[in-house]
């Protein structure tokens, strides 16, 4: 069965940078739609960023496009998600998921988790 880990999650200040990772295990990540999904308390859940692993295809949120930058590594079997100039909006866990049969926007337009493979998330907080 298909495993999914986040990490990289932590404490910056506005304007710095992390790089999420999404690790596979138990089953390749090709032919698979993954997400990058974030929620925070009292609020609800967003697709902001969602990539085929295929083709590198890539969909990004309004609130995040210019400053995230999802990547695929197949070789690592890992999707790893750059965020750059980051805001204490952007404060929230961030969870990955990885799904078969959804192109990267349907994907990133779930408000639901009964879909895919879920990872444990990571929590980001952007904080001065």
């Known amino acids: 069965q298909l495993q999914l880990e986040e990490s990289g999650g932590g404490l910056v200040q506005p304007g710095e940078s992390l790089r999420l990772s999404c690790k596979a295990s138990?089953?390749?990540?090709?032919?698979?739609?993954v997400g990058w999904f974030r929620q925070a308390p009292g609020k609800e859940q967003e697709g902001v960023s969602c990539?085929?692993?295929?083709?590198?295809?890539?969909y990004y949120a309004d609130s995040v496009k210019g400053r995230f930058t999802v990547a695929v590594d197949k070789a690592k079997n890992t999707v790893y998600l750059q965020m750059n100039n980051l805001k204490s909006e952007d404060t929230a866990v961030y969870s990955c998921?990885?799904?078969?049969?959804?192109?990267?926007?349907?994907?990133?337009?779930?408000?639901?988790?009964?879909?895919?493979?879920w990872g444990q998330g990571t929590q980001v907080t952007v904080a001065s």
């Open positions: 990539v085929w692993t295929n083709d590198g295809r890539a």
């Open positions: 138990g089953y390749s990540l090709d032919y698979h739609a």
């Open positions: 998921v990885a799904v078969q049969g959804l192109t990267n926007q349907v994907l990133c337009g779930r408000r639901d988790r009964k879909f895919g493979f």
